[in-house]
């Protein structure tokens, strides 16, 4: 499966930005689909995921209460949705796939990163 992620940019501290990540070459609804990111110097981290159906959705403690993750099957999409960003937000955000959502933190398919930069 391919994954192309877009929607990030430059926003002040406490707006909000909307992520989406188109993905293709596979049955979206079969996959696991997650958001991971990676700030300057630091190692990338995990930021949501969402299962297949849609039933479930786990957050890092960093984005609960203030990002959303959803899905749209029949687009093949997937978004987060981030409010009351802090400058600690920035990074570069990534989506990934898996077909197994318990592995879901350690994806098999990665797409390319969107650069969210928060200002403060």
């Known amino acids: 499966v391919q994954l192309q992620a877009s929607g990030g940019g430059l926003v002040q501290a406490g707006g909000s930005l909307r992520l989406s990540c188109a993905a293709s070459?596979?049955?979206?609804?079969?996959?696991?689909l997650a958001w991971f990111r990676q700030a300057p110097g630091k190692e990338r981290e995990f930021v949501s995921a969402?299962?297949?159906?849609?039933?479930?959705?786990l957050y890092a403690d960093s984005g609960k209460g203030r990002f959303t993750i959803s899905r749209d099957n029949a687009k093949n999409t997937v978004y987060l949705q981030m409010n009351s960003l802090k400058p600690d937000d920035t990074a570069v955000y990534y989506c990934?796939?898996?077909?197994?959502?318990?592995?879901?933190?350690?994806?098999?398919?990665w797409g390319q990163g969107t650069l969210v930069t928060v200002s403060s």
């Open positions: 990934a796939a898996d077909r197994r959502f318990y592995n879901i933190r350690t994806p098999e398919y």
């Open positions: 070459g596979g049955t979206l609804r079969s996959y696991g």
């Open positions: 969402i299962s297949g159906s849609g039933d479930t959705t």
